[in-house]
Protein backbone atom coordinates (compact mmCIF):
# COMPACT_ATOMS: atom_id res chain seq x y z
CA UNK A 1 0.00 0.00 0.00
CA UNK A 2 1.38 3.29 -0.80
CA UNK A 3 1.15 5.68 2.39
CA UNK A 4 0.97 9.47 1.86
CA UNK A 5 4.00 10.30 3.53
CA UNK A 6 6.05 13.53 3.60
CA UNK A 7 8.74 12.03 1.38
CA UNK A 8 6.12 10.88 -0.84
CA UNK A 9 5.00 14.29 -1.20
CA UNK A 10 7.88 15.78 -1.78
CA UNK A 11 8.81 13.27 -4.51
CA UNK A 12 5.80 14.25 -6.14
CA UNK A 13 6.59 18.19 -5.98
CA UNK A 14 9.88 17.65 -7.17
CA UNK A 15 8.46 15.03 -10.76
CA UNK A 16 6.22 17.78 -11.56
CA UNK A 17 8.86 20.29 -10.60
CA UNK A 18 11.15 18.99 -13.32
CA UNK A 19 8.44 17.75 -15.60
CA UNK A 20 8.85 19.13 -19.58
CA UNK A 21 6.66 18.07 -22.21
CA UNK A 22 8.01 16.05 -25.16
CA UNK A 23 8.62 17.99 -28.52
CA UNK A 24 6.72 15.98 -30.20
CA UNK A 25 3.93 15.49 -27.77
CA UNK A 26 3.52 20.07 -27.41
CA UNK A 27 0.99 19.81 -30.28
CA UNK A 28 -1.61 17.37 -28.88
CA UNK A 29 -0.88 18.68 -25.36
CA UNK A 30 -2.63 22.29 -26.38
CA UNK A 31 -5.34 20.59 -28.31
CA UNK A 32 -6.75 18.47 -25.48
CA UNK A 33 -6.15 21.49 -23.14
CA UNK A 34 -8.19 23.57 -25.49
CA UNK A 35 -11.00 21.28 -25.67
CA UNK A 36 -10.73 21.06 -21.91
CA UNK A 37 -11.33 24.42 -21.63
CA UNK A 38 -14.18 24.72 -24.31
CA UNK A 39 -15.96 22.54 -22.02
CA UNK A 40 -15.02 23.97 -18.84
CA UNK A 41 -18.71 24.83 -16.99
CA UNK A 42 -19.14 21.31 -17.54
CA UNK A 43 -16.39 19.67 -15.22
CA UNK A 44 -17.24 23.10 -12.82
CA UNK A 45 -20.88 21.50 -12.63
CA UNK A 46 -19.44 18.32 -11.32
CA UNK A 47 -16.88 19.63 -9.32
CA UNK A 48 -19.40 21.77 -7.64
CA UNK A 49 -21.84 18.51 -6.07
CA UNK A 50 -18.01 16.74 -4.86
CA UNK A 51 -15.83 19.80 -3.52
CA UNK A 52 -13.50 18.80 -5.97
CA UNK A 53 -11.19 20.67 -8.49
CA UNK A 54 -12.83 20.82 -11.51
CA UNK A 55 -9.22 20.53 -13.38
CA UNK A 56 -8.96 17.25 -11.53
CA UNK A 57 -12.27 16.01 -13.35
CA UNK A 58 -11.63 17.08 -16.41
CA UNK A 59 -8.22 15.02 -16.71
CA UNK A 60 -9.31 11.96 -15.55
CA UNK A 61 -12.11 13.00 -18.05
CA UNK A 62 -9.09 12.83 -20.79
CA UNK A 63 -7.62 9.60 -19.41
CA UNK A 64 -10.55 7.37 -19.18
CA UNK A 65 -12.80 8.55 -21.76
CA UNK A 66 -10.64 10.96 -24.37
CA UNK A 67 -12.58 13.76 -23.45
CA UNK A 68 -15.76 12.23 -24.93
CA UNK A 69 -19.26 13.35 -22.94
CA UNK A 70 -21.27 10.78 -24.54
CA UNK A 71 -19.22 8.36 -22.55
CA UNK A 72 -19.08 7.05 -18.74
CA UNK A 73 -16.12 8.27 -16.42
CA UNK A 74 -16.16 5.46 -14.99
CA UNK A 75 -14.22 3.57 -17.64
CA UNK A 76 -15.07 5.19 -21.46
CA UNK A 77 -18.51 2.62 -21.76
CA UNK A 78 -21.10 4.23 -23.55
CA UNK A 79 -23.63 6.47 -21.66
CA UNK A 80 -26.87 4.67 -23.13
CA UNK A 81 -26.51 1.78 -21.38
CA UNK A 82 -25.07 1.09 -17.56
CA UNK A 83 -21.33 0.29 -17.34
CA UNK A 84 -20.30 -2.91 -18.84
CA UNK A 85 -16.86 -3.03 -18.19
CA UNK A 86 -14.93 -2.42 -14.84
CA UNK A 87 -16.71 -0.95 -12.73
CA UNK A 88 -19.95 -3.08 -14.26
CA UNK A 89 -23.50 -1.63 -13.65
CA UNK A 90 -23.31 1.62 -12.34
CA UNK A 91 -24.73 4.03 -12.01
CA UNK A 92 -26.79 1.71 -9.89
CA UNK A 93 -29.70 4.12 -10.13
CA UNK A 94 -31.07 6.52 -12.54
CA UNK A 95 -32.29 5.18 -16.16
CA UNK A 96 -30.22 5.17 -19.38
CA UNK A 97 -29.15 7.56 -21.34
CA UNK A 98 -27.36 9.08 -18.50
CA UNK A 99 -26.28 12.56 -18.45
CA UNK A 100 -22.92 13.03 -18.26
CA UNK A 101 -22.76 14.67 -15.01
CA UNK A 102 -24.91 12.48 -13.57
CA UNK A 103 -22.95 9.46 -14.59
CA UNK A 104 -19.61 11.33 -13.69
CA UNK A 105 -20.52 11.94 -9.80
CA UNK A 106 -21.53 8.45 -9.49
CA UNK A 107 -17.80 7.66 -11.42
CA UNK A 108 -15.80 10.14 -8.06
CA UNK A 109 -18.18 9.13 -5.56
CA UNK A 110 -17.12 5.30 -6.08
CA UNK A 111 -13.44 5.48 -6.02
CA UNK A 112 -13.50 8.10 -3.09
CA UNK A 113 -13.22 11.60 -4.36
CA UNK A 114 -15.93 13.21 -2.69
CA UNK A 115 -14.10 12.26 0.52
CA UNK A 116 -10.78 13.02 -0.45
CA UNK A 117 -9.65 16.57 1.05
CA UNK A 118 -6.28 17.67 0.35
CA UNK A 119 -6.04 19.16 -3.47
CA UNK A 120 -2.61 20.16 -3.32
CA UNK A 121 -0.22 19.19 -5.86
CA UNK A 122 0.87 16.49 -4.15
CA UNK A 123 -2.37 15.24 -2.91
CA UNK A 124 -3.66 15.47 -6.74
CA UNK A 125 -0.67 13.57 -7.92
CA UNK A 126 -1.51 10.84 -5.04
CA UNK A 127 -5.45 10.24 -5.37
CA UNK A 128 -4.54 10.08 -9.12
CA UNK A 129 -1.98 7.13 -8.99
CA UNK A 130 -4.12 5.42 -6.36
CA UNK A 131 -6.93 5.70 -8.52
CA UNK A 132 -5.55 4.09 -11.68
CA UNK A 133 -3.13 2.14 -9.81
CA UNK A 134 0.52 1.95 -7.56
CA UNK A 135 2.09 -1.24 -9.45
CA UNK A 136 4.19 0.80 -12.04
CA UNK A 137 6.25 1.39 -8.61
CA UNK A 138 7.24 -2.22 -8.60
CA UNK A 139 9.19 -1.67 -11.99
CA UNK A 140 10.99 1.55 -10.87
CA UNK A 141 8.92 3.46 -13.75
CA UNK A 142 6.80 6.34 -12.95
CA UNK A 143 3.29 6.18 -13.86
CA UNK A 144 2.17 6.70 -17.27
CA UNK A 145 -1.66 7.72 -16.08
CA UNK A 146 0.73 11.20 -14.63
CA UNK A 147 3.64 11.47 -17.07
CA UNK A 148 3.06 10.02 -20.40
CA UNK A 149 4.10 12.85 -22.56
CA UNK A 150 6.43 13.95 -20.88
CA UNK A 151 10.56 13.61 -20.01
CA UNK A 152 9.64 11.25 -17.08
CA UNK A 153 8.30 8.18 -19.00
CA UNK A 154 9.78 6.56 -21.60
CA UNK A 155 8.31 2.74 -22.12
CA UNK A 156 6.52 0.47 -20.07
CA UNK A 157 2.75 -0.18 -19.32
CA UNK A 158 0.11 -2.42 -18.18
CA UNK A 159 -1.52 -3.75 -21.25
CA UNK A 160 -4.36 -5.73 -19.44
CA UNK A 161 -4.94 -6.21 -15.60
CA UNK A 162 -2.32 -7.84 -14.04
CA UNK A 163 -0.23 -7.70 -17.45
CA UNK A 164 2.84 -5.34 -17.17
CA UNK A 165 4.91 -5.20 -20.77
CA UNK A 166 8.38 -3.46 -20.54
CA UNK A 167 8.03 -2.08 -24.12
CA UNK A 168 4.64 -0.78 -24.22
CA UNK A 169 4.26 2.59 -24.56
CA UNK A 170 1.49 4.86 -23.41
CA UNK A 171 -0.08 6.84 -26.26
CA UNK A 172 -1.95 9.24 -23.80
CA UNK A 173 -1.13 12.24 -22.11
CA UNK A 174 -0.70 11.65 -18.47
CA UNK A 175 -3.12 13.83 -16.27
CA UNK A 176 -0.44 15.81 -14.68
CA UNK A 177 1.51 16.61 -17.56
CA UNK A 178 -1.87 18.40 -18.55
CA UNK A 179 -2.33 20.27 -15.20
CA UNK A 180 1.82 20.77 -15.99
CA UNK A 181 1.08 22.44 -19.31
CA UNK A 182 -2.05 24.38 -17.48
CA UNK A 183 0.18 25.66 -14.41
CA UNK A 184 3.11 26.82 -16.68
CA UNK A 185 0.31 28.62 -18.94
CA UNK A 186 -1.23 30.37 -15.93
CA UNK A 187 -4.54 28.80 -16.66
CA UNK A 188 -4.93 26.84 -13.45
CA UNK A 189 -3.20 27.19 -9.79
CA UNK A 190 -3.19 24.53 -6.94
CA UNK A 191 -4.81 27.25 -4.36
CA UNK A 192 -8.91 28.03 -3.79
CA UNK A 193 -9.22 24.78 -5.83
CA UNK A 194 -13.03 24.23 -4.74
CA UNK A 195 -15.03 26.51 -7.58
CA UNK A 196 -18.79 26.78 -7.26
CA UNK A 197 -21.48 26.08 -9.79
CA UNK A 198 -24.89 25.22 -10.30
CA UNK A 199 -26.64 21.96 -9.10
CA UNK A 200 -26.07 18.71 -11.37
CA UNK A 201 -28.67 17.55 -13.41
CA UNK A 202 -30.30 14.51 -12.14
CA UNK A 203 -30.98 11.29 -13.83
CA UNK A 204 -34.90 10.33 -14.39
Request: proline share 5%.
Amino acid sequence: MLSYTPELKNSYRHLFNICTIKNEKVAVVNRIVQKIFNNKVRYTNVAHVLSMPWYVIAVIHSMEADLNFNCHLHNGDPLTARTVHAPAGRPLTGTPPFPWEFSAVDALKFDGFDQWADWSLAGICYKLEKYNGTGYRAFLINSPYLWSGSNLYACGKYIADGTFSRTAVSGQIGAMVLLKDMSTKGLITFQNAIITAPEVPHSS
